[in-house]
Each structure stands twice: as C-alpha cells, then as structure tokens.
T-cell receptor, first 113, second 112 residues
C-alpha cells in the first residue's frame, strides 16, 4: 500500500518553461513534506520542504504547494534549466521522524534544450 | 563541511555471505537513518537511531539484518546470509531536526 504516490514516472519539459511535478499521499498523519533531487550514482539531495500548516513555500526557482484537503502537493520549477534534469522524489514525515521518511517512486525530469 | 559518507561504494558478494556497510553521519547530527532502494522503486525505510538510544528494529526486512551505532556517530548495517533479493542501493542519512535528512552517496550491493 503506497502512502506516497508519484504517478508520472517521467516528465519532459523545454528549457526555460515551468516544470510541475506532482505527488499524492494517503496518510492524514503526515505533517511535513519534502522534495529531494537525485542524480545517478549519488544520494538524494534535499531541495525544499513544507509544513502541513502552510500551503506554499518558495525558495528561488523552486516552489512547493500543498493542498491538504486533496492530499496533494506539487513542486514547481521555473524557469527550468538543463541542470534540473534528475529524478525527483516526494517524501513525507509523520510524528517527528522516528519512522523515517516515506518516499514516492520518483519522477524522472528531463529538460530539453 | 563534510557530508554523509558511506563505504564501500560498491559491494559484490556471493549468496550466503555476510556483508557490513558503514555510514559516517554529518558531525553534530544526532539522528541517523538507513534506507534501501531497489531498482525502479522509491526509498524504503529500514531503521532509525536517535543519539545512543536503542533503535526500533521493526522496519528491518528480516532477522538477517542488524544495525548498530557506536558512540552516537558511526553506524554499521550488517546483512547475514545474503540473498539475491537483498541486492539494492543502501542509503544512510543523518539529521539534526529528525525531518530534513541529508543522504550519503549509498552503497550498491549486488548479491550473485
């Protein structure tokens, strides 16, 4: 039973346009959400996070939106750059981290020149 | 400053052998996590250490898996009598706030 779902295995976006990566979750106990970026042969790198008490968090080109009623979050990258090509993982935490993070299966973002 | 380091980066072993994977967390991070990522899958949580406290082992996939953390710093994950289904990338992460986790590069384990 997947508690965090990323339904798009891959996404192709033109350089300079907006990339939108989506994530859905089922566990209403999740209170913190994170996005990680992963290059081949490297560990995931933390990108941006959001607490469940907020609906938006922005950091430079990256914005995360949270819709609690829909149990949905999204990551917007604008403008998209070639270096953004990577696998993006959505992750969620409940109860302060003792159970680790629950990850989605990832979305492979490809930025086309 | 140094990030999370893991060794070895790659390990190929024969079925039935024991393996030991090592993680050096970021200095000052009290929380340490182990995850496993099988091919085409997301990360699967295995075990969590908070300081020197005894971990909750209920996330470990079988009793062939064990982990320890010495002195609240370095951790080792041991897999006994390895099986082919243990083949995966094993990732370690550390955290100061138990939420934002910083990952090492992983150990790719291949069981022949």
């Amino acid at each position: 039973d997947q508690q965090v779902k990323q339904n798009s295995p891959s996404l192709s976006v033109q350089e300079g346009r907006i990339s939108i990566l989506n994530c859905d979750y089922t566990n209403s106990m999740f209170d913190y959400f994170l996005w990680y970026k992963k290059y081949p042969a490297e560990g995931p790198t933390f990108l941006i996070s959001i607490s469940s008490i907020k609906d938006k968090n922005e950091d430079g080109r990256f914005t995360v939106f949270l819709n609690k009623s829909a149990k949905h979050l999204s990551l917007h990258i604008v403008p998209s750059q070639p270096g953004d090509s990577a696998v993006y993982f959505c992750a969620a935490s409940a109860g302060g981290g003792a159970d680790g993070l629950t990850f989605g299966k990832g979305t492979h973002l490809i930025i086309q020149p | 400053g140094a990030g999370v380091s893991q060794s070895p980066s790659n390990k190929v072993t024969e079925k039935g052998k024991d393996v030991e994977l090592r993680c050096d967390p970021i200095s000052g991070h009290t929380a340490l996590y182990w995850y496993r990522q099988r091919l085409g899958q997301g990360l699967e949580f295995l075990i969590y250490f908070q300081g020197n406290s005894a971990p909750d082992k209920s996330g470990l996939p079988s009793d062939r898996f064990s982990a320890e953390r010495t002195g609240g710093s370095v951790s080792t994950l041991t897999i006994q009598r390895t099986q082919q289904e243990d083949s995966a990338v094993y990732l370690c992460a550390s955290s100061w706030d138990r939420v934002r986790q910083f990952f090492g590069p992983g150990t790719r384990l291949t069981v022949l």
